[in-house]
Each structure stands twice: as C-alpha cells, then as structure tokens.
C-alpha cells in the first residue's frame, strides 16, 4: 500500500536547475518527516535535506546548502527538491525518505531517481 515515487531527475549542465518530486501515498503524509538522501556510484549514501512533518523546520548538508531547498505541500503528499547551481558533484540518483513523526522506526524508501550533472 506504501508507495514513494520520485521524479524529476535527468541530465542537467553545470549551473542548470532541476525540481525533484516525491510522491506518498498509502500514509498519512502529514504525520511523516521527509528527507532527501543520495548516492554516487563508490560512495555512502548521504543525507541532502529533510524537513518535519509540518514543513515547519528543515535543514541541508553544508555540501547542498545555498543551492538545494527542500519543500512539501502536505495538500498534495508531496516533497519537493529544488535544485540550483548544480555541479558535477551531485551526480547521484536520489532517495526520497518518509520517518513517522510518531514512530521512528516506520521508515519508507523510495525506488530513487537518477540526477546526472555534466556538459
């Protein structure tokens, strides 16, 4: 019944923008804190951004931060990655999180999306 679905990602230039989307359902949406993770090829998977059930609080990696915003309506059960400036760098598919606010151990993945910054 859970389902994460993100889109958005694609093959951007050095500069260039992209908006991720993460769509939940099969949750109560408002009750989960989301966040975005990432991971290159060779590397950890890092946490982007994440941002509390309300939309009240988030927060940013340093490597992200002045560049990426995180974002959700909880009208439309979606989370939001704007991305700017990209940089070679952020080449990654990236993860879309959902964490109960009310059972930290409730954790839903999704499938991930590919995001390739190159000229």
């Known amino acids: 019944q859970v389902q994460i679905v993100e889109s958005g990602g694609g093959l951007v230039q050095p500069g260039g923008s992209l908006r991720l989307s993460c769509a939940a359902s099969?949750?109560?949406?408002?009750?989960?804190?989301m966040s975005w993770h990432r991971q290159a090829p060779g590397k950890e998977r890092e946490l982007v951004a994440a941002?509390?059930?309300?939309?009240?609080?988030?927060n940013h990696a340093d490597s992200v931060k002045g560049r990426f915003t995180i974002s959700r309506d909880n009208a439309k059960n979606t989370v939001y990655l704007q991305m700017n400036s990209l940089k070679p760098d952020d080449t990654a598919v990236y993860y879309c999180?959902?964490?109960?606010?009310?059972?930290?151990?409730?954790?839903?993945w999704g499938q991930g999306t590919q995001v390739t910054v190159s000229s």
């Open positions: 999180k959902a964490r109960s606010a009310f059972n930290y151990r409730e954790v839903y």
């Open positions: 099969g949750f109560t949406f408002s009750s989960y804190a």
């Open positions: 941002i509390s059930s309300t939309g009240g609080s988030a």
